[in-house]
């Protein structure tokens, strides 16, 4: 397995472009399957993740392009020759449930493998199956399989007890192509949610109220193709704007909005950063030790779980003492004991953790255990005294494309050794 090896104690510096989000170009992806016509979609981030997306959409008989230089991926779902997404192909990722929505709506039957994906919490897909039901479909569970099946799903009023993201994608992509208007109550409202709608809509969709907590879409008959940017990720530039503060630094992060991160943001300049925002560009700017500062994570436009574990990196060298609290996944601090072994002082209470900061983190051999941990990994790495190793990085490669190049681009000591 490749490893990253980092040499810390060198300021970023510079400028760096964000790619396409992962998280908005999963269901977009997903989207193709709900029209006959073509569809492209620019700004398509190279990841793990998006690769094991096509590798599913091929199966089912999507034919896609993907120029991987461009970030453009051409689909067209004419031809769908199977309606089951195989566990082989689901295993390792959570969003191939979205395929089970589309598929349902446009054919009146799928059937898709229970989803995997990082192991930072159960996440059960019930909010997805409910909502389904609520729109007329049959649903059953067989042998670790979704089996869902509609002659014409009915729009309907769907209320989630929870705000979920892939739930909101999956029941406004059925929705789309459900006789009459479905309501979509407690709907999640982030940004890759309104990226979604705006996709759906350039395909016919008539989608009203997204980005808030109540979304109407009014079913048609079929949908066209469209093209479409996929919107910038914000989880990366938050995670660059962090090895910024935590170096001591100054980087510009461009290609994301500040009002998609905007509690982010307040977290930044309340620990002591100076940020400067112009249309669609973001600079942090620090040359002192952080201030600590309490953080909880919450559905947006709350701070997002994805930022929990680079947040928390970053309060293990703030001045006091701060308090880390994790309401979305029971199982996200999984990267404490890590950032441990690097002279921070974490302690997990429950689903809290207090975090004493200390002046400098020291180098150690680290192992990453899912996304996000392993970006708060190499972010303890850029700051620590000495050379850090952090293992496993496939975790990372499902969420940043040459994550080590473009830290390179900004002055850092990092480098990918390849597994022999």
């Known amino acids: 397995m490749d490893r990253l090896e980092i040499i810390g104690g060198s300021p970023l510096q510079g400028e760096v472009k964000v790619e396409g989000a992962k998280n908005a170009a999963l269901p977009i992806l997903f989207s193709s399957i709900l029209t006959s016509k073509g569809c492209r979609f620019d700004q398509v981030p190279n990841l793990l993740d998006i690769d094991a997306t096509i590798k599913l959409l091929t199966h089912l008989g999507v034919q896609v392009s993907f120029d991987k230089q461009t970030g453009q991926v051409d689909l067209c779902a004419e031809d769908i020759n199977t309606l089951e997404a195989p566990y082989d192909l689901v295993r390792k990722m959570r969003a191939s449930v979205l395929a089970l929505g589309p598929l349902v709506a446009r054919f009146g039957k799928a059937k898709v493998s229970l989803p995997g994906g990082c192991a930072i ?46 739930a909101t994608e999956n029941l406004m992509m059925a929705a789309s192509l459900a006789q009459g208007e479905t309501l979509i109550e407690n709907a999640a409202r982030e940004p890759e949610i309104v990226d979604l709608a705006n996709t759906l809509i350039k395909m016919g969709s008539e989608i009203k109220g997204q980005g808030t907590e109540n979304i109407s879409i009014q079913g048609k008959q079929e949908l066209l193709g469209c093209h479409h940017q996929v919107m910038g990720d914000r989880i990366e530039a938050a995670t660059y704007l962090t090895a910024a503060f935590m170096t001591q630094g100054k980087v510009k992060v461009t290609g994301v909005s500040e009002s998609d991160l905007k509690e982010v943001l307040h977290k930044f300049t309340q620990a002591g950063a100076t940020i400067n925002c112009d249309q669609n560009s973001i600079e942090l700017i620090t040359n002192s ?71 400098k983190l020291k180098a150690a051999p680290l192992m990453a255990t899912d996304l996000r941990a392993s970006a708060c990994l190499v972010l303890g790495g850029l700051s620590a005294e000495g050379k850090t190793t952090v293992s496993r990085v496939y975790h990372l490669d499902r969420g940043y494309d040459q994550i080590e190049v473009k830290l390179q681009n900004l002055g850092a000591q990092i480098q990918r050794v390849k597994s022999s």
């Open 121 to 166: 919490g159960a996440r059960p897909i019930q909010f997805h199956l409910e909502g389904l039901k609520k729109l007329g479909a049959q649903i059953e569970l067989e042998e670790g399989y979704v089996l869902a099946k509609s002659k014409k799903l009915i729009g309907d009023r769907i209320k989630l007890d929870f705000p979920s993201v892939g």
């Open 289 to 359: 030790r952080p201030q600590s500062c309490d953080i909880t994570t919450e559905p947006f436009p709350g701070f997002p779980t994805d930022m929990q574990a680079q947040f928390m990196a970053l309060m293990s060298l703030a001045e006091g003492v701060s308090w880390i609290t994790e309401n979305i996944f029971e199982n996200r601090f999984m990267h404490v004991p890590e950032l441990n072994r690097l002279g921070a002082q974490i302690e997990v209470q429950g689903h809290r953790a207090k975090v004493t900061g200390v002046k």
